[in-house]
């Protein structure tokens, strides 16, 4: 049996292997190629992206890839991802293809100083090959999911109400693009005030303006499902919601947050209500999100009905 790792080649056909091999591994959040050519297209080029094929007996059955991070960059950190397809488990290939990525990146300007990866508690055997290698968790996310079937508002009405009485109304921002002609600028601004204050284990990194603006024309983008908060003229408040590649019943929080000076006025809960009757109007069954597990956003959550689901893994490995 011979083995080769090389560059992956982005063109339509690996981009479909690649898709159907991370889908194999994940089939309770598949992917699509459309989605994956985009990010790689939209990459920033200051950050270092470079993705590998492993190739066995001239048939692609994993790849990893490593990056720096536009949105928390560390000079010399990179983060480090492996997919191995599920029938080729347990031979050895992600210690492979780490020692090949982990060869060219020490040639790498500048070098490492530390490596990040993120995966699923569920995933024992990826925990277990990344402890292997020293690397330790530094944060968890704590997932959870909504099932809107039989979803009553009714005991959370009072808190929209607070929200309300406390003088705040809350858009949409498809509305707010026809009343508000710096709508771009503003929306950027409270959601990098809103990221900067998430718990992380690195700072965020300001994304640059025409980067951010990016998101307007992705096709999962929903202007009518996203929610501004708005306390007179000024922007205090957002949930918004993003639609899930192949997955029609199922939509995903993208960012929740609401400026310091605002908290406790219930703002958060109603903005949260706003986007479950968005799911109710359009047949959307579940909502799912994540938050660092100790954010009160997570104990919200949790209050107004959602579930644990496995949470995700930051790890980091000192060089």
């Not at 039989?150 to 858009?171: L, Q």
């Not at 406790?264 to 479950?276: D, N, Q």
Request: net charge negative.
């Amino acid at each position: 049996m011979t083995y080769t790792i090389r560059p992956f080649n982005p063109v339509q056909e690996e981009y479909e292997i690649l898709v159907d091999l991370h889908n194999a591994y994940w089939p309770d959040r598949p992917d699509v190629a459309r989605d994956w050519q985009m990010a790689d297209e939209r990459w920033n080029p200051k950050y270092l992206f470079q993705r590998y094929v492993y190739e066995q007996d001239g048939t692609i059955v994993a790849f990893g890839q490593a990056n720096e991070s536009p949105w928390n960059y560390v000079e010399g950190q990179y983060h480090l991802e492996f997919h191995v397809h599920p029938e080729h488990l347990g031979q050895g290939i992600k210690q492979r293809l780490y020692e090949h990525i982990d060869q060219i990146l020490r040639q790498h300007t500048p070098k490492p100083t530390s490596y990040a990866a993120y995966t699923r508690e569920d995933k024992e055997e990826l925990v277990a090959f990344l402890k292997s290698l020293d690397f330790a968790i530094v944060q968890r996310e704590a997932v959870s999911e909504i099932d809107m079937d039989g979803f009553d508002p009714t005991p959370f009405a009072s808190h929209a109400e607070r929200a309300k009485k406390n003088g705040i109304i809350i858009y949409t921002l498809a509305e707010l693009m026809e009343i508000c002609s710096d709508w771009r600028q503003r929306n950027y601004d409270l959601i990098l005030a809103i990221i900067n204050e998430i718990p992380g284990p690195e700072t965020s990194t300001p994304q640059p303006i025409d980067e951010f603006y990016k998101i307007y024309d992705h096709p999962n983008y929903i202007p009518d499902g996203w929610f501004i908060a708005l306390d007179g003229e000024e922007w205090v408040g957002n949930s918004s919601l993003w639609k899930v590649s192949g997955q029609d019943d199922r939509l995903d929080v993208n960012v929740t947050g609401v400026l310091p000076s605002h908290r406790r006025k219930g703002i958060a809960t109603a903005l949260k209500l706003k986007t479950f009757e968005y799911a109710l109007r359009h047949g959307v069954r579940y909502i799912k999100t994540g938050n660092e597990e100790n954010n009160p956003m997570y104990d919200l959550n949790l209050m107004l009905g959602f579930k644990p689901k496995p949470g995700w893994l930051t790890f980091r490995k000192e060089l």
